[in-house]
């Protein structure tokens, strides 16, 4: 589990294709690498990987097909910068929102603004997650908590601070670009929880309920 608040900025130094998985080597000589041992989590670019060798200024991760099909690493380049973060411990403080590390899928940059000392930020999310952001939810962008502060349709508004700016890769994107998003966690068990789990193949073939407030008072979401 992590926060989205980001640690430390690393570039990919290797990348090994396997078949359709990825091995990947990340350096960074600004992240604390001395608590970290093998089989644990660190955040790259919002992907959750798991360390399966430890370097003095950095470490070598697998990514499954699955992960490259979901996020931008089908694409990464050699020197390409990515967003880390180790995972939380008890005693951390949540700055940010519980962030899994398993990401939904990828938005486009669809434009770029100053305003003031301040980014502002547009993309567009992919049809199937667009419901899942709500306007002052949070959403992660290549691993980086973030408040959505518009919504219009598929697409979102985000407003970058200077310094996540300057202690993350956002101030690098363009538009265009594609960034790793995952929506918040709540969203998606709240939409879990709203439906029932077909027990048999009559039910299973019957039309799916929709949304109503009936649906929802006998959920118990209402009173």
């Known amino acids: 589990m992590f926060t989205g608040i980001i640690e430390a900025v690393g570039s990919l130094r290797k990348i090994e294709r396997l078949g359709d998985d990825i091995r990947l080597t990340v350096a960074s ?3 604390d690498l001395s608590d970290v041992k093998l089989g644990d989590s660190i955040a790259t670019n919002g992907v959750c990987l ?11 991760a697998d990514i499954s097909a699955e ?4 996020t931008g690493f089908a694409n990464y380049q050699v020197g390409e910068k990515v967003n880390l973060e180790k995972a939380v411990m008890p005693t951390t403080r949540l700055g940010g929102h519980l962030v899994s590390g398993h990401v939904d899928g ?5 434009a770029v603004q100053q305003r003031g000392k301040a980014i502002e930020f547009w993309l567009s999310a992919p049809h199937e997650l667009a419901k899942y952001i709500a306007h002052k939810g949070s959403i992660t962008i290549d691993g980086v908590s973030l408040t959505v502060n518009e919504v219009d349709g598929c697409r979102f508004r985000l407003t970058i601070v200077p310094h996540t700016a300057q202690e993350t890769t956002l101030i690098e994107l363009s538009p265009g670009d594609a960034v790793n998003i995952e929506v918040d966690l709540i969203a998606r068990y709240l ?11 009559t039910e299973k073939n019957a039309p799916k309920d929709t949304i109503t407030m009936e649906l929802l008072a006998r959920s118990g979401f209402l009173r």
Request: glycine letters at 6%; a negative charge; one cysteine or more.
């Open 50 to 60: 798991t360390v399966v060798e430890c370097l003095g200024d950095g470490y070598v």
């Open 191 to 201: 939409e879990r929880l709203m439906f029932k789990v077909p027990e048999n193949e």
């Open 106 to 110: 990828i938005a486009k940059v669809d």
């Open 67 to 70: 992960t490259v099909n979901l």
């Open 29 to 31: 000589a600004n992240l």
